[in-house]
């Protein structure tokens, strides 16, 4: 063991950087072409450099794709089938296309791809690629079709089509009968879905005006089995993922073709004149699992289509169970080895499973060979074909006979490695060579890394984009940008160039799931999209903020804006600032006419009234002779109190201000040591709040309050509220500053005047009063359902402001919701797709039936990321679940059911469905679990025994209610809290539980 860590250590102390001219060295000999080398942000202020935000500019329903044409003009995808466009990205978008009844939107399938044409000023081109529904694949122009009808969760294929926008219109929409099909005109002929995920991709154009389009290996556990019943593929490509490696095959590819055909073109690595559509004309790199998202770095390659040089293009392919990838694509022929490698290194399983490659006959075949025996492999395997990136000749031995080189008139491919690659749990590598001139992989941060940076995890490479503009600071052009779905940072990424990767370092984190971004030519910044775990999409740009722009608004609404008047709520902006790190202030405005609030965290209560302008004020001072303030300079009307103006604090004009200032002629105080000022009202009413300013305060003679507080006349006497519930800021107030506005909310107190009674501050015993304003309760109370709009306005020291709004909904409450079907933990299957009901039963006190919205949602959960499926707005309708489960990772599916009533209150239940092979949530199908002792199943029902145990007897295995969140579990013990309460309260009832309590061996 010495031995052999010591060999490596001197050999990791040898390593180098890949360069690009040892990556064109890898090409073998025999190579016909040259060869290259898997449900939003916390802290807005903490997750961006300083002067960087992620501004939204607007919100979709699963939007896929972003892309900008040189004028600036903005087009946006949806899963679901809706193109939008807008002249810009700061005006509205409207719907130009919607080919929804021609999608496939489930799983991860939908419109994905999205392409605007270089010379749309010319032709107005625009193309799409998507997955196509089955039941508009086999019956779409027959009797049988029904555009009502859609059939998901069997395979089928993806097609690229492109539509002309009809100028006429503005581009708002496309000229009808103008779609022309340019890949996947048939079954037999598109690319192909096997499964419900790493299908498609995206589409961009090369440099050289060639059409790029990136294809999945289109295999992660088939949806229906049918791919080759149904000429999807062909029986040579019936070898699942290893379809990568075929090149006669779209599955697992980057194509380029012909925007105007779909052909393949010349200069494709593998292009036949003689039979242009083939696969193999239009592939032009291989080896790739889910190349979801590409960009092309500007002013690379060649403007000829024959050169075969579109650019160099810059691949993010999602990982399996470990590395996710930034694969850097130079050359026609590119390799990127999957699934026989994943990453720089071997992936799991690639080599272990052999597959033919049919186009690849062994000669050995049928021949005895001396001291072997007989050669039983009619066809190489694809791992027969591809050796690993090396300094060294690339070598390919015949299985059969190791000692005879393979000879195949199929190409033989040479491994080419990602720039960079980063795992799900341990890190992020860069390939190298050792001393030997072998491939390995060191760890970014390790010492001897040839690429500057720390390490980091990740766990779905997303897109990538070589930022080309001048909109943000020097130190941030001219880089890429690259982003992790799954785990919502934003890294930068350093290349020289030759584009060998020099340096790596983060951006934003959390920034949120990206899904696609793209170049704005016309204010030079990058936008991206978003999306929630409900299917929220938001379309943001990355801005830089010089000075002098507007401060960012962070609101916190409370978590139940809605209820029966008196409403107490809460709101919170005090995570807003200012990207140049000013100071804010803050302005609110509750919608209902009562006087704003100067905090960054109020409470206000609804429905309340302004009724200061109906009371008479009263105070201290008019007991005193004079019955007035004694200065001439002070502002001796009263109206002052009230008149609305509320000076910026550290305001120091006595005009805008009333005083109480009073002396007996010698300037000795005469108020007995107290003070009080308020209002008085011709009725009774029912008091909730106080908003007192301080006035300018005069050194140390006086201007506000040592102690102070809010009493309420009641049948002539004087009364102290006590329950306060919120004074903001905390009185008695500083010395300084002036004019700071303090509020008072309490609980509704009877009575027919009110005001602030205390001892004054200072050695002249007075205070002085900038506004002084009181709130009652509505009278007569609200009992309909009313809305009211809360904003918020942040404003900067140097005056710009920014603002948000929510909702407070009063006398109402959400709808009752109860879903009915399916269960709770009800199984779906995991052999064939299965549709479920989808039922609920729900009411509300406000409306009726009829007026209320309904909207399920059905979301898939994957390991730590989630899959939004499309709104469904039928009150009763069903739904279809994937057979993804017991590969090693987690699945689940969540059935979400949002009602909501006419003035916007809505109440959203879930239930959780595992799937019937995963019981206890593991990943790993229940019958191996038990079969390899990892569960118990004692009673022999093949379910793992953990799922026995029920300790609050409500008939769900604690182990899902907690799994789901369904119940709650603080100290993680595997028993629910409400059995563990049970005990506290000394029932003594609580079920026994093997090992730590989870049921799950240790």
């Given at each position: 063991?010495?031995?052999?860590?010591?060999?490596?250590?001197?050999?990791?102390?040898?390593?180098?950087?890949?360069?690009?001219?040892?990556?064109?060295?890898?090409?073998?000999?025999?190579?016909?072409?040259?060869?290259?080398?898997?449900?939003?942000?916390?802290?807005?202020?903490?997750?961006?450099?300083?002067?960087f935000?992620?501004?939204?500019?607007?919100?979709?329903s699963?939007?896929?794709?972003?892309?900008?044409?040189?004028?600036?003009?903005?087009?946006v995808?949806?899963?679901?089938?809706?193109?939008?466009?807008?002249?810009?990205?700061?005006?509205?978008?409207?719907?130009m296309?919607?080919?929804?009844?021609?999608?496939?939107?489930?799983?991860?399938?939908?419109?994905?791809?999205?392409?605007?044409?270089?010379?749309?000023?010319?032709?107005?081109?625009?193309?799409?690629?998507?997955?196509?529904?089955?039941?508009?694949?086999?019956?779409?122009?027959?009797?049988?079709?029904?555009?009502?009808?859609?059939?998901?969760?069997?395979?089928?294929?993806?097609?690229?089509?492109r539509?002309?926008?009809?100028?006429?219109?503005?581009?708002?929409?496309?000229?009808?009968?103008?779609?022309?099909?340019?890949?996947?005109?048939?079954?037999?002929?598109?690319?192909?879905?096997?499964?419900?995920?790493?299908?498609?991709?995206?589409?961009?154009?090369?440099?050289?005006?060639?059409?790029?389009?990136?294809?999945?290996?289109?295999?992660?556990?088939?949806?229906?089995?049918?791919?080759?019943?149904?000429?999807?593929?062909?029986?040579?490509?019936?070898?699942?993922?290893?379809?990568?490696?075929?090149?006669?095959?779209?599955?697992?590819?980057?194509?380029?073709?012909d925007?105007?055909?779909g052909?393949?073109?010349?200069?494709?690595?593998?292009?036949?004149?003689?039979?242009?559509?083939?696969?193999?004309?239009?592939?032009?790199?291989?080896?790739?699992?889910?190349?979801?998202?590409?960009?092309?770095?500007?002013?690379?390659?060649?403007?000829?289509?024959?050169?075969?040089?579109?650019?160099?293009?810059?691949?993010?392919?999602?990982?399996?169970?470990k590395?996710?990838?930034?694969?850097?694509?130079?050359?026609?022929?590119?390799?990127?080895?999957?699934?026989?490698?994943?990453?720089?290194?071997?992936?799991?399983?690639?080599?272990?499973?052999?597959?033919?490659?049919?186009?690849?006959?062994?000669?050995?075949?049928?021949?005895?060979?001396?001291?072997?025996?007989?050669?039983?492999?009619?066809?190489?395997?694809?791992?027969?074909?591809?050796?690993?990136?090396?300094?060294n000749?690339?070598?390919?031995?015949?299985?059969?006979?190791?000692?005879?080189?393979?000879?195949?008139?199929?190409?033989?491919?040479?491994?080419?490695?990602?720039?960079?690659?980063?795992?799900?749990?341990?890190?992020?590598?860069?390939?190298?060579?050792?001393?030997?001139?072998?491939?390995?992989?060191?760890?970014?941060?390790?010492?001897?890394?040839?690429?500057?940076?720390?390490?980091?995890?990740?766990?779905?490479?997303?897109?990538?984009?070589?930022?080309?503009?001048t909109?943000?600071?020097?130190?941030?052009?001219?880089?890429?940008?690259?982003?992790?779905?799954?785990?919502?940072?934003?890294?930068?990424?350093?290349?020289?160039?030759?584009?060998?990767?020099?340096?790596?370092?983060?951006?934003?984190?959390?920034?949120?799931?990206i899904?696609?971004?793209?170049?704005?030519?016309?204010?030079?910044?990058?936008?991206n999209?978003?999306?929630?775990?409900?299917?929220?999409?938001?379309?943001?740009?990355?801005?830089?903020?010089?000075?002098?722009?507007?401060?960012?608004?962070?609101?916190?609404?409370?978590?139940?804006?809605?209820?029966?008047?008196?409403?107490?709520?809460?709101?919170?902006a005090?995570?807003?600032?200012?990207?140049?790190?000013?100071?804010?202030?803050?302005?609110?405005?509750?919608?209902?006419?009562?006087?704003?609030s100067?905090?960054?965290?109020?409470?206000?209560?609804?429905?309340?009234?302004?009724?200061?302008?109906?009371?008479?004020?009263?105070?201290?001072?008019?007991?005193?002779?004079?019955?007035?303030?004694?200065?001439?300079?002070?502002?001796?009307?009263?109206?002052?109190?009230?008149?609305?103006?509320i000076?910026?604090?550290?305001?120091?004009?006595?005009s805008?201000?009333?005083?109480?200032?009073?002396?007996d002629?010698?300037?000795?105080?005469?108020?007995?040591?107290?003070?009080?000022?308020?209002?008085e009202?011709?009725?009774?009413?029912?008091?909730?709040?106080v908003?007192?300013?301080e006035?300018?305060?005069?050194?140390?003679?006086?201007?506000?309050?040592?102690?102070?507080?809010?009493?309420?006349?009641?049948?002539?006497?004087w009364v102290?509220?006590?329950?306060i519930?919120?004074?903001?800021?905390?009185?008695?107030g500083?010395f300084?500053?002036s004019?700071?506005?303090?509020?008072?909310?309490?609980?509704?107190?009877?009575?027919?005047?009110?005001?602030?009674?205390?001892?004054?501050?200072?050695?002249?015993?007075?205070v002085?009063?900038?506004?002084?304003?009181?709130?009652?309760?509505?009278?007569?109370?609200?009992?309909?359902?009313?809305?009211?709009?809360?904003?918020?306005?942040?404003?900067?020291?140097?005056?710009?402001t920014?603002?948000?709004?929510?909702?407070?909904?009063?006398?109402?409450?959400?709808?009752?919701?109860?879903?009915?079907?399916?269960?709770?933990?009800?199984?779906?299957?995991?052999?064939?797709?299965?549709?479920?009901?989808?039922?609920?039963?729900?009411?509300?006190?406000?409306?009726?039936?009829?007026?209320?919205?309904?909207?399920?949602?059905?979301?898939?959960?994957?390991?730590?990321?989630v899959?939004?499926?499309?709104?469904?707005?039928?009150?009763?309708?069903?739904?279809?679940?994937?057979?993804?489960?017991?590969?090693?990772?987690?699945?689940y599916?969540?059935?979400?059911?949002?009602?909501?009533?006419?003035?916007?209150?809505?109440?959203?239940?879930?239930?959780?469905l595992?799937?019937?092979?995963?019981?206890?949530?593991?990943?790993?199908?229940?019958?191996?679990?038990?079969?390899?002792?990892?569960?118990?199943?004692?009673?022999?029902?093949?379910?793992?025994?953990?799922?026995?145990?029920?300790?609050?007897?409500?008939?769900?295995?604690?182990?899902?209610?907690?799994?789901?969140?369904?119940?709650?579990?603080?100290?993680?013990?595997?028993?629910?809290?409400?059995?563990?309460?049970?005990?506290?309260?000394g029932?003594?009832?609580?079920?026994?539980?093997?090992?730590?309590?989870?049921?799950?061996?240790?």
């Amino acid at each position: 063991m010495q031995t052999s860590l010591t060999t490596l250590f001197l050999a990791l102390c040898c390593i180098t950087p890949l360069t690009a001219a040892q990556r064109a060295s890898q090409a073998p000999p025999s190579k016909s072409v040259p060869m290259p080398g898997d449900s939003d942000a916390s802290a807005a202020a903490a997750a961006f450099p300083a002067g960087f935000i992620n501004e939204e500019v607007g919100t979709f329903s699963n939007a896929t794709c972003v892309t900008f044409h040189t004028d600036g003009r903005v087009f946006v995808a949806e899963k679901g089938g809706r193109v939008f466009t807008a002249p810009n990205a700061d005006s509205e978008l409207g719907v130009m296309l919607d080919i929804s009844e021609e999608i496939a939107n489930w799983g991860d399938h939908g419109l994905v791809g999205l392409a605007i044409d270089p010379d749309f000023d010319i032709n107005s081109y625009i193309y799409l690629y998507y997955a196509v529904d089955y039941h508009h694949l086999m019956n779409f122009g027959t009797p049988s079709y029904d555009p009502a009808v859609s059939e998901d969760f069997i395979d089928t294929i993806g097609r690229v089509t492109r539509y002309t926008a009809d100028a006429g219109a503005h581009f708002t929409a496309v000229v009808p009968g103008s779609r022309k099909i340019l890949v996947g005109e048939s079954i037999s002929t598109g690319i192909p879905l096997c499964s419900d995920s790493h299908g498609i991709g995206a589409i961009h154009f090369g440099n050289d005006g060639t059409l790029l389009v990136s294809v999945g290996d289109g295999q992660a556990g088939s949806a229906s089995s049918t791919c080759l019943v149904d000429g999807i593929i062909q029986p040579k490509e019936d070898i699942f993922q290893y379809r990568a490696q075929l090149v006669d095959s779209l599955s697992g590819k980057l194509l380029r073709l012909d925007p105007e055909t779909g052909d393949g073109i010349p200069g494709n690595p593998w292009f036949d004149a003689g039979a242009p559509r083939a696969a193999k004309s239009r592939v032009f790199a291989l080896g790739l699992r889910q190349p979801f998202r590409f960009q092309v770095r500007p002013g690379t390659g060649s403007t000829n289509p024959n050169d075969g040089q579109p650019g160099t293009i810059f691949l993010s392919d999602v990982g399996q169970s470990k590395w996710e990838e930034l694969n850097v694509i130079d050359d026609a022929g590119t390799n990127c080895g999957w699934p026989i490698y994943e990453g720089v290194t071997v992936s799991f399983g690639g080599q272990a499973f052999l597959n033919p490659n049919m186009d690849a006959p062994n000669p050995l075949f049928g021949q005895m060979i001396p001291g072997i025996g007989l050669c039983e492999d009619a066809f190489f395997n694809v791992q027969d074909l591809i050796a690993n990136a090396s300094l060294n000749m690339p070598m390919y031995v015949n299985p059969c006979d190791p000692s005879q080189p393979v000879v195949s008139s199929e190409p033989l491919h040479v491994h080419f490695p990602p720039v960079i690659e980063w795992s799900h749990v341990v890190g992020a590598r860069v390939p190298a060579y050792d001393a030997l001139g072998d491939l390995v992989a060191i760890d970014i941060g390790a010492p001897g890394t040839p690429v500057a940076g720390e390490p980091f995890e990740g766990n779905c490479a997303s897109e990538s984009l070589w930022y080309t503009g001048t909109a943000y600071p020097a130190e941030f052009q001219n880089r890429v940008f690259v982003a992790d779905f799954a785990r919502g940072w934003m890294r930068l990424l350093d290349f020289d160039a030759s584009n060998t990767l020099t340096g790596v370092e983060l951006f934003a984190d959390p920034i949120g799931r990206i899904v696609s971004m793209a170049y704005n030519p016309v204010d030079e910044m990058i936008y991206n999209l978003t999306l929630s775990d409900v299917g929220v999409s938001k379309l943001n740009r990355i801005k830089f903020i010089p000075a002098g722009a507007p401060p960012v608004v962070a609101l916190v609404a409370p978590a139940k804006p809605w209820g029966d008047g008196p409403l107490y709520l809460t709101f919170d902006a005090e995570g807003s600032f200012d990207p140049e790190g000013l100071d804010v202030s803050f302005t609110w405005d509750f919608g209902d006419g009562t006087v704003e609030s100067r905090s960054a965290r109020t409470t206000h209560v609804f429905p309340s009234t302004d009724i200061t302008s109906t009371g008479t004020a009263i105070a201290r001072i008019f007991e005193l002779s004079p019955p007035d303030t004694m200065t001439v300079t002070s502002n001796k009307n009263t109206e002052v109190m009230r008149d609305g103006d509320i000076p910026a604090q550290g305001t120091s004009d006595p005009s805008r201000q009333y005083d109480t200032f009073h002396h007996d002629g010698n300037f000795v105080p005469d108020k007995g040591g107290y003070d009080w000022i308020g209002y008085e009202f011709p009725q009774v009413h029912q008091f909730v709040s106080v908003v007192f300013q301080e006035g300018s305060t005069f050194g140390g003679l006086g201007g506000w309050w040592n102690e102070v507080r809010v009493q309420v006349r009641q049948a002539g006497q004087w009364v102290d509220v006590t329950d306060i519930n919120a004074a903001n800021p905390p009185y008695p107030g500083e010395f300084f500053p002036s004019f700071e506005l303090f509020e008072f909310v309490f609980d509704p107190v009877v009575g027919d005047a009110i005001r602030l009674f205390g001892v004054p501050g200072g050695t002249l015993d007075f205070v002085t009063v900038g506004e002084f304003r009181v709130a009652a309760l509505t009278d007569p109370p609200i009992v309909e359902p009313t809305n009211y709009t809360v904003t918020v306005e942040v404003s900067d020291e140097l005056g710009t402001t920014a603002s948000s709004q929510t909702q407070v909904f009063l006398a109402n409450t959400p709808p009752d919701v109860t879903v009915t079907s399916p269960k709770p933990f009800q199984t779906y299957g995991t052999v064939v797709p299965e549709t479920i009901t989808l039922r609920a039963q729900f009411s509300d006190a406000q409306s009726f039936p009829g007026e209320l919205d309904c909207a399920w949602q059905v979301l898939l959960h994957h390991n730590d990321h989630v899959h939004p499926g499309p709104i469904d707005t039928a009150c009763v309708t069903s739904a279809t679940f994937s057979t993804d489960a017991c590969d090693g990772d987690i699945h689940y599916h969540e059935v979400r059911m949002t009602v909501t009533d006419p003035s916007g209150l809505g109440r959203t239940r879930s239930v959780f469905l595992p799937p019937a092979c995963d019981l206890n949530m593991n990943g790993v199908d229940d019958a191996t679990d038990i079969a390899t002792g990892f569960s118990d199943d004692k009673n022999l029902d093949n379910v793992p025994d953990e799922l026995d145990i029920d300790c609050d007897e409500n008939g769900l295995p604690d182990l899902l209610e907690i799994f789901f969140g369904t119940t709650r579990d603080e100290n993680g013990d595997g028993i629910p809290d409400v059995c563990r309460s049970a005990v506290n309260r000394g029932t003594g009832k609580l079920p026994g539980t093997p090992g730590n309590g989870t049921g799950l061996k240790q």
